[in-house]
């Protein structure tokens, strides 16, 4: 079974376009670390001038994607993750009915981003 993988992040206006290049950055990386992946890039927030998750689907959908896991970047489930992202996935399930659409927890509290906060408090001291 093929699968593809949406990289979905909130993203921002284009003038606060590195919020939308770090979901990029992102994307890239985990993409060399699972180079058998097809990855595509998505953003939720609509004032970001980039592809959506219904246009990423699709794009992996035309690739022959059997199987879709949306990889959510943000820290909790929010709105966007507890209803945005699963009626999107009710509406792309029926579009392509022979694909399978998984949604992956988000980062959630996670003790290995302690070290990196504690590093971003070091630096703002000083």
Known sequence: MKEGVVVLGHGSREAVDEANQFIVEVTEALQ????????EPAWMNPRAPRQK????AAKLVAQGVERVVVLPVFLTAGLHLQEDVPALLDELSKLYPRVTFRLARPIGFDPRLLPIL????REARG
């Open 32 to 39: 060399k670390l699972h180079p058998e992946q097809r990855m």
């Open 118 to 121: 504690s590093d971003r408090l």
């Open 53 to 56: 998750l219904p246009e990423a």
